[in-house]
T-cell receptor, first 115, second 114 residues
């Protein structure tokens, strides 16, 4: 099976702009989670989508949003970028049901730099 | 709510030496436990997992972990470390109900000296 893919891998944006990141999960997985990873805060959960619905949400401002499509692919969007949004954004794929036991498979991440 | 503590921010070992990375969790029932490894600039790779049954779990790359309920621990071990094992290691705990999102520890950075 192909793994989790994320595009783009690297991105440089300017403060105030917006950005959209994409994630394609493992075939058959219905859950996609997004994480922000920074040296200072570690791995922080943003949100999870399951069958096109946001099922869980972390503690991030409304500038961070996401969606999931019928083929389980997911996008996350960050509007009005701030310098502090510079981070590695990781996408994780999971079966999303109790049988999956919460096992997550991660993509390589998108490195976002805000200048 | 569940939580995970990785007490060691950095661990330094010599190549060929044994390794133990500590992980303590807090959760009222039997947890689902995971260890992930992250190489620089990469995503997290699942090393091993514990759901139930045998408390000694074997994973990839020669790693193993032991679930000790009495100590609320799930420590990761490797008998002989290779230079390529240098990376960040994350312990995570999932629960049997509610959210399917695991809680991650802050990570332990492993440095391997030749």
């Amino acid at each position: 099976k192909a793994g989790v893919t994320q595009t783009p891998r690297y991105l440089i944006k300017t403060r105030g702009q917006q950005v959209t990141l994409s994630c394609s999960p493992i075939s058959g997985h219905r859950s996609v989670s997004w994480y922000q990873q920074t040296p200072g805060q570690g791995l922080q959960f943003l949100f999870e989508y399951f069958s096109e619905t946001q099922r869980n949400k972390g503690n991030f401002p409304g500038r961070f949003s996401g969606r999931q499509f019928s083929n389980s692919r997911s996008e996350m969007n960050v509007s009005t970028l701030e310098l502090g949004d510079s981070a590695l954004y990781l996408c994780a794929s999971s079966p999303g049901t109790s049988g999956g036991h919460h096992e997550q498979y991660f993509g390589p991440g998108t490195r976002l730099t805000v200048t | 709510a569940q939580s995970v503590t990785q007490p060691d921010i950095h661990i330094t070992v010599s190549e060929g030496a044994s390794l133990e990375l500590r992980c303590n969790y807090s959760y009222g029932a039997t947890p689902y436990l995971f260890w992930y490894v992250q190489s620089p600039g990469q995503g997290l790779q699942l090393l091993l997992k514990y759901f139930s049954g045998d408390t000694l779990v074997q994973g990839i790359k020669g790693f193993e972990a032991e679930f000790k309920r009495s100590q609320s621990s799930f420590n990761l071990r490797k008998p002989s470390v290779h230079w390529s094992d240098a990376a960040e290691y994350f312990c995570a705990v999932g629960t049997s109900g509610g959210s399917y999102i695991p809680t991650f520890g802050r990570g332990t950075s492993l440095i391997v000296h030749p």
